[in-house]
């Protein structure tokens, strides 16, 4: 992921953002497992720094005003950067693991959500609008059609 550059950064929504940085975090996660079982701690030591900045800008960019998930989200975040901390003061991948672990699992969720939402049509509020209220939304373009002429 070092290709990414602020221009590539500049061009992503924030869900995009999102997705990368969770794709990073899972390769940061992965490569400090490996610098471990390598007794490369140094290495392992500057990657786990990696993954907290990474959680924490991760945090930062909730939107809380979405409810209960921001929460639940930021709770989740705190518990993997605890995580990284006791992998780095230990030195044990497991908790690393676990991180990698929920990171798939919502990188996973994230990218789905993403895709449907791209898959929904723009009408699709037209659509679910009553008999009624496309009467009353027809009789006002009509009305305003009228008193253009």
């Known amino acids: 992921m070092d290709f990414l550059t602020k221009e590539f950064i500049y061009q992503k929504s924030s869900q995009e953002i999102t997705a990368l940085l969770y794709e990073v975090l899972i390769e940061t996660a992965n490569d400090s497992i490996q610098d471990i079982h390598n007794r490369q701690f140094i290495d392992a030591n500057i990657k786990m720094k990696k993954m907290n900045e990474i959680l924490h800008?991760?945090?930062?960019?909730?939107?809380?005003?979405?409810?209960?998930?921001?929460d639940q989200l930021d709770a989740l975040y705190n518990y993997m950067a605890d995580l990284v901390i006791k992998a780095n003061m230990t030195k044990d991948p497991v908790h690393l693991r676990e991180?990698?672990?929920?990171?798939?699992?919502?990188?996973?969720?994230?990218?789905?959500?993403m895709r449907n939402k791209t898959q929904q049509p723009n009408k699709q509020r037209y659509k679910q609008t009553n008999?009624?209220?496309?009467?009353?939304?027809?009789?006002?373009?009509?009305?305003?059609?009228?008193?253009?002429?």
């Open 57 to 70: 800008r991760l945090g930062v960019g909730l939107n809380y005003e979405a409810g209960i998930i921001a």
């Open 131 to 149: 008999a009624y209220e496309k009467n009353i939304m027809m009789d006002h373009h009509i009305e305003t059609v009228e008193m253009g002429k």
């Open 99 to 113: 991180v990698v672990d929920i990171t798939t699992e919502l990188s996973t969720a994230w990218r789905l959500t």
